[in-house]
C-alpha cells in the first residue's frame, strides 16, 4: 500500500472542491448555479470558472481581464511607455505630451497677449515638435501709449505707464519743458513764457535777439568791430554799455595816417591806394633831358632844365623820341618837284657851287632836291672866220655826300627852246636821264660854232636808301671855256 503524502492531500482536496454540492441537496448532488469567478464549477458542467471575463483599466486605458481559478487574471489594458511627441499620453501620468523638453501638447493652443486695455488675446499654437511657436495670431497687441485717453499698452493704466503719468518735452519761444497728458491732452507746459524786453542780455520777450526792445541800439556786453583793417590800419573793438547803445569809442584801432610817398607802396592813409597823388617815390632819382639828374622828395619831381633845342648832330636833344627833327630847311627849300626846281644860269668857263644843301625835311619823311640849270655858250671871234668849226661842250656834275647818307643824282637834259621845260622834267623816262651812284657824272657834247649851243639840264638829288639827313651836301657844275677844234668831241653825249 502506498504511502500518502502532504502533496498528495493538497491534490485530493482540490479534486473534492471541483464539484459544489448542495448540502441540501440529499446525496450531495450538484445543483447548476451561475458561473462566478470564485474558483468553484457554479453550473455543474465540470469546468471551473469557464469563459469569465470582465471589463478592466489601468492609468492607461481600459481592457479586458478573465478568471481564471477564482481570480481575475491578464487585464489586457494599455501599459505606460516613454512619453514621445504625439498627442498621446504615453507614460499615462495624465498629461499628454509633457517628456522631457516639450513645452505642450502637440497641436494645442493657448490665448496669448493680452486683454487688457486696447488689446485682445491672440493665438498660439503648439508645433508638431510640442513647442510654443512663438507666434501670436490674431489679438490685438499692445503699442507704445499715446495721450489720446486709451490704455495703448495694455498696462491697465491710461495715458501712463504704470505709476507714471504720459509726459513729453513742450518748447515756447522762451525755452524749453515738459507737459502732462490729461484725458487725452497735453496740458500744464512749463517752458517759461515771454515778458517785456529789457536791457540785461537777456532775449525777454523771447523773440531770438536779446536786448532789441524800444531804443535798444546792442545787446548789454556786446561788442563789434570798428575801424578798419585796409592798408597800414588796424581794427580795433566798440563795446555796447549798460544801456544798450554803442559807446562810440574804439578801443584799440590804429587810424588812417598821411600818405608818404614811400618805395614800399604802403596806404598809410588807409583808402585801399597807395601813393596816390604821389608823381614819384621820394629818394628816386631821373633824368632829365638834357642829362641833368634830379630827385624826387615830397612826392615830386622838382623842375627839370629848359628842353635843349633840337640840333643836327645825330642825337635826340629835345627828347621827343625823334632825331634830327624840326630843323630848319636849306635856302633852296621846297624843292621836292621839277616846277619847284629854282632856276640857275652860266657860261662856259663857270663854276656853280651850291653848298649847304640837304636831302632832309623836317618831319624826317623822305626827301628829294630838283636844281636847273641853263648854259649859255660864249661868243667866239673865231667864229667869224668859219661859223662851221666844230666845238666840244664839256660839263661836269659831283656831289658830296652828307655825313651819315649816301646819295645819287640824276641829270635830266631839257629841250631848250621847247615850251614847256617843267613837262618834260615830269615827264622824262629813266632811260633818258644820265645817272651817277658815285657822286660824280661828265658830260660831252658837240656844237658848232656858228650855232646856238645853248643847253638846259633838270638835277635830281635823292638818297640810295629811304634815310634822310641834317647833314649837308654840296652840289657843283663845272663848264669848261670850249675849243674850236676840227673833229667832234662825240657823237652823243657820253658820262665819262
Known sequence: MRKLTFTSFICLSSLFLMFACDDSSPSGTCIPAEEVCDGVDNNCDGIIDENLTQACDNSCGTGTEICSYGEWRNCSAPTASTEICDGVDNDCDGTVDNGTGMQCARNSSRNCGSDEGACSFGTEL?????????????????????????????????????????????????????????????????????????CDGVDNDCDGTIDNGTNMACAR???????????????????CDSTCHWTGNCLGQTIPGIEICDAQSKDENCDGSHNEGCSCTNGATQTCCGGTIVTCAGGAWP????????????????????????LALDLDEPNDTCTQARLSTMEEGDELVFSSRTIYKADLTADVDYFQIELREMSDWLCLINPNFNECYSYYFTVTDPQGLNVEFDVIPIDLYATDHVAQCTSASYA???????GLLALNYDGRCGDDDDWRFYIKVRANTTGVSCRT???TVNVPISYIQ???????PTND
Open 126 to 198: 503648439c508645433s508638431e515638435t510640442c513647442q510654443w511657436s512663438g507666434s501670436c495670431i490674431g489679438g490685438t497687441a499692445a503699442i507704445e501709449e499715446a495721450c489720446d485717453g486709451i490704455d495703448n499698452d495694455c498696462d491697465g493704466v491710461v495715458d501712463g505707464t504704470g505709476a507714471i503719468q504720459l509726459s513729453r518735452n513742450c518748447a515756447t519761444d522762451c525755452g524749453t519743458g515738459t507737459e502732462l497728458c490729461v484725458s487725452g491732452q497735453w496740458m500744464n507746459c512749463t517752458a517759461p513764457q515771454p515778458a517785456l524786453e529789457v
Open 473 to 475: 651836301y654840296t652840289l
Open 221 to 239: 556786453g556786446d561788442s563789434r568791430v570798428c575801424g578798419t583793417d585796409v592798408g597800414e590800419c588796424s581794427t580795433g573793438t566798440e563795446l
Open 303 to 326: 623842375s627839370c632844365p629848359a628842353t635843349p633845342v633840337e640840333t643836327c648832330d645825330g642825337v635826340d636833344n629835345n627828347c621827343d623820341g625823334l632825331i634830327d627833327n624840326g
Open 486 to 492: 676840227e673833229e667832234v668831241c662825240t657823237d652823243y
Open 432 to 438: 633818258s636821264m644820265y645817272h651817277s651812284t658815285n
